[in-house]
């Protein structure tokens, strides 16, 4: 039996509730051509991850919004995987105190005391600005990985806000969940890091009490471009790169080794630093002291 057609002022995805006013029948709603992203919606084609979170805005009250890592993914900043994750799975949805917090099996409802500039919106997305997400995240995540959230939103590439900005929006806080945390990832913001990876290196050397290095340094041999490293300790001419999965191929790996003899042709000497090296932070650390303690 051939389908009815669905009416076309239906987007590609849709609450029944929609569908029924326009006289969808409910057996057409239970077809297989159409998913259910969620309960009380379908779908004609598979959903992207804004996409999902506007269906489930188009469920909930209007004053409600995404909050925290959900906020900060949409934001572009970097989370630990497991946070993600577990946020995609199911957002971060929240509204202004004194409401109450929304009670649906897909989301997480949260209940959050604001200032009237909390909120903004990405993408026809209602959700807490980049200042409020850095500030909520403080509650979740360590020191490394909020400091690689912060550097993301000050990259200098394309910064989405200020030092200052953030600097203010943890004031405002106080004493929230998180503050001590925000207070000390402040003082190591970089808008110069380029990788969640480099931001959380950098954390981790300055927190061992090492010096703290200088990110993303171009060197050069007289006018002729070498090299932008990831890391550098200048005066004692060692660079430290963060070499993620990408540099297992063979054609990058050909060029690490080229720009490796180059600097040190120089008078460089080069660290590498990859995902393992995480798993003992103090032989990374040791490591590091003793290719100090050599210059």
């Given at each position: 039996?051939?389908?009815?057609?669905?009416?076309?002022?239906?987007?590609?995805?849709?609450?029944?509730?929609?569908?029924?006013?326009?006289?969808?029948?409910?057996?057409?709603?239970?077809?297989?051509?159409?998913?259910?992203?969620?309960?009380?919606?379908?779908?004609?084609?598979?959903?992207?991850?804004?996409?999902?979170?506007?269906?489930?805005?188009?469920?909930?009250?209007?004053?409600?919004?995404?909050?925290?890592?959900?906020?900060?993914?949409?934001?572009?900043?970097?989370?630990?995987?497991?946070?993600?994750?577990?946020?995609?799975?199911?957002?971060?949805?929240?509204?202004?105190?004194?409401?109450?917090?929304?009670?649906?099996p897909e989301i997480v409802g949260r209940a959050l005391g604001l200032h009237d500039?909390?909120?903004?919106?990405?993408?026809?997305?209602?959700?807490?600005?980049?200042?409020?997400?850095?500030?909520?995240?403080?509650?979740?995540?360590?020191?490394?990985?909020?400091?690689?959230?912060?550097?993301?939103?000050?990259?200098?590439?394309?910064?989405?806000?200020?030092?200052?900005?953030?600097?203010?929006?943890?004031?405002?806080?106080?004493?929230?969940?998180?503050?001590?945390?925000?207070?000390?990832?402040?003082?190591?913001?970089?808008?110069?890091?380029?990788?969640?990876?480099?931001?959380?290196?950098?954390?981790?050397?300055?927190?061992?009490?090492?010096?703290?290095?200088?990110?993303?340094?171009?060197?050069?041999?007289?006018?002729?471009?070498?090299?932008?490293?990831?890391?550098?300790?200048?005066?004692?001419?060692?660079?430290?790169?963060?070499?993620?999965?990408?540099?297992?191929?063979?054609?990058?790996?050909?060029?690490?080794?080229?720009?490796?003899?180059?600097?040190?042709?120089?008078?460089?000497?080069?660290?590498?630093?990859?995902?393992?090296?995480?798993?003992?932070?103090?032989?990374?650390?040791?490591?590091?002291?003793?290719?100090?303690?050599?210059?």
């Open positions: 039996m051939r389908r009815t057609d669905l009416p076309s002022s239906l987007p590609a995805a849709f609450l029944v509730g929609s569908a029924r006013e326009l006289g969808v029948t409910a057996g057409r709603l239970r077809a297989l051509d159409l998913t259910r992203p969620l309960h009380g919606a379908r779908s004609r084609e598979p959903l992207g991850e804004l996409d999902t979170l506007r269906l489930i805005l188009e469920r909930v009250p209007d004053h409600a919004f995404f909050c925290g890592p959900t906020a900060a993914a949409i934001h572009g900043m970097p989370l630990p995987r497991s946070l993600r994750d577990a946020a995609s799975a199911r957002p971060h949805l929240a509204v202004a105190l004194p409401a109450n917090r929304i009670r649906r500039d909390d909120v903004a919106e990405v993408d026809g997305i209602r959700l807490t600005t980049p200042e409020r997400t850095w500030v909520d995240l403080g509650g979740a995540v360590a020191v490394g990985a909020l400091v690689a959230a912060g550097d993301a939103l000050l990259d200098r590439r394309g910064p989405r806000t200020t030092r200052e900005a953030l600097a203010e929006a943890h004031a405002r806080a106080g004493r929230s969940r998180g503050a001590v945390r925000r207070a000390e990832a402040l003082t190591l913001l970089d808008d110069g890091a380029e990788s969640p990876r480099e931001s959380e290196l950098r954390v981790l050397l300055v927190r061992a009490g090492l010096p703290r290095p200088e990110t993303n340094v171009v060197i050069r041999d007289g006018r002729r471009f070498v090299a932008r490293v990831d890391l550098l300790y200048r005066d004692a001419r060692l660079v430290m790169e963060y070499d993620g999965d990408y540099h297992r191929d063979p054609g990058q790996w050909s060029r690490d080794q080229s720009r490796r003899a180059e600097l040190e042709s120089l008078g460089y000497r080069v660290t590498v630093v990859t995902a393992r090296d995480f798993d003992d932070p103090g032989a990374l650390i040791r490591r590091i002291r003793r290719l100090l303690s050599r210059f």
